[in-house]
């Protein structure tokens, strides 16, 4: 396995964030920060991402998922992932 910090970059290198803003734009899916609800920038979700990567490559366990905003990230014994996920419920 290449190192947790190789591989996080390289996870970080090759996802379209601008991908994620799109379908949050052309979905009105938002962010909340004081009260104020937004569409976050390229930027505001690589940070969030990668947070959430260092999180869960900081883990001590050979399994773990850490999630948030959309945004899963999960760390294996040898591989490391991240996906932006939509989820809809009808009642």
Request: net charge positive; glycine share 6%.
């Given at each position: 396995m290449i190192s947790k910090g190789k591989a996080i970059n390289k996870i970080m290198r090759e996802f379209n964030f601008r991908a994620v803003r799109d379908v949050m734009k052309a979905s009105n899916i938002t962010w909340k920060k004081n009260d104020e609800?937004?569409?976050p920038s390229e930027g505001e979700l690589r940070l969030k991402a990668e947070e959430m990567l260092k999180s869960a490559a900081g883990s001590s366990t050979n399994y773990c998922r850490v999630s948030g905003n959309g945004f899963i990230a999960t760390?294996?014994?040898?591989?490391?992932?991240?996906?932006?996920s939509i989820c809809h419920c009808w009642g």
């Amino acid at each position: 396995m290449i190192s947790k910090g190789k591989a996080i970059n390289k996870i970080m290198r090759e996802f379209n964030f601008r991908a994620v803003r799109d379908v949050m734009k052309a979905s009105n899916i938002t962010w909340k920060k004081n009260d104020e609800e937004y569409i976050p920038s390229e930027g505001e979700l690589r940070l969030k991402a990668e947070e959430m990567l260092k999180s869960a490559a900081g883990s001590s366990t050979n399994y773990c998922r850490v999630s948030g905003n959309g945004f899963i990230a999960t760390k294996r014994a040898t591989t490391m992932e991240l996906i932006y996920s939509i989820c809809h419920c009808w009642g």
